[in-house]
Nanobody, 123 residues
């Protein structure tokens, strides 16, 4: 199995920026970011396919977050700008290990998950 390790979380004031990284130990296909706030279900944030030419994001982060990947480094990134307190959550990296046509927003399609990194945005 492919191991995923997130990094880059931390404390930031509202309006600030962070960049999250997800390093994979091997080949992945679709990669995605999910987040989970206390007392809430894990929700989809953004996804990117193997080629990097197709990206998707949830409405609440459009225009603020940008997902990208560097396949030579087996690493995915999430650049988060204009952060809001409601972005506070544990952010998880996920990946599929083979090609799939399933809905990228569904957490059940992902084969590997990272441990999560905490993002806290203060007002």
């Amino acid at each position: 199995q492919v191991q995923l390790v997130e990094s880059g979380g931390g404390l930031v004031q509202a309006g600030g920026s962070l960049r999250l990284s997800c390093a994979a130990s091997g080949r992945t296909f679709t990669m995605a970011w999910f987040r989970q706030a206390p007392g809430k279900e894990r929700e989809f944030v953004a996804a990117i396919r193997l080629s990097g030419t197709s990206t998707y994001s949830t409405d609440s982060v459009k225009g603020r977050f940008t997902i990208s990947r560097d396949n030579a480094k087996n690493t995915m990134y999430l650049r988060m700008n204009s952060l809001k307190p409601e972005d506070t959550a544990v952010y998880f990296c996920a990946a599929t290990l083979s090609s799939t046509t399933y809905n990228h927003r569904d957490k059940d399609i992902y084969d590997s998950w990272g441990q999560g990194t905490q993002v806290t945005v203060s007002s």
